[in-house]
C-alpha cells in the first residue's frame, strides 16, 4: 500500500507560479511511476504530467508544456510540479498518482493509488 499526500496548493493570480509536492509513503518509491492529474468542476479527471522512475522519463499534456516541469526526489520520497505561467483554465484539484507496472503513463486508468488532491485556483 502507498499513501500520498499532496500539498502546495492554493490561489494565485494568472500568471503566477506555485509548485506541488506529493509525499509517498512507501520503501519502493524510486520503483513508481509518479503522475499528476488534475479535475475542474463539471470535467473528467484528466492527465498533467508524469515522471517514471528509470531515467526519468517526462511526459506532459500539451497543454501545460513549456509552462509545468514534473520532477522527483527518490531519496525523499517525493515528487514536484512546478507551475509557471498560470492561466484560469489551470484551476483544478491537482491529484498524485503511482503505479509500479505503467506502460503508458498518460493513462488514468493505469495508476493505482491516488492522493486526495489539492486545489489550485488561478484568479485575479
Known amino acids: 500500500q502507498v499513501q500520498l499526500v499532496e500539498s502546495g496548493g492554493g490561489l494565485v493570480q494568472p500568471g503566477g507560479s506555485l509548485r506541488l509536492s506529493c509525499a509517498a509513503s512507501t520503501r519502493t518509491f524510486s520503483s513508481y511511476t509518479m503522475g499528476w492529474f488534475r479535475q475542474a468542476p463539471g470535467k473528467e479527471r484528466e492527465f498533467v504530467a508524469a515522471?517514471?522512475?528509470?531515467?526519468?522519463?517526462?511526459y506532459y499534456t500539451d497543454s501545460v508544456k513549456g509552462r509545468f516541469t514534473i520532477s522527483r526526489d527518490n531519496a525523499k520520497n517525493m515528487v514536484y510540479v512546478q507551475m509557471n505561467s498560470l492561466k484560469p483554465e489551470d484551476t483544478a484539484v491537482y491529484y498524485c498518482a503511482a503505479g509500479s507496472t505503467i506502460l503508458v503513463p498518460t493513462s488514468l486508468n493505469e495508476y493505482v493509488y491516488w492522493g486526495q488532491g489539492t486545489q489550485v485556483t488561478v484568479s485575479s
Open positions: 515522471i517514471r522512475w528509470s531515467r526519468g522519463n517526462t
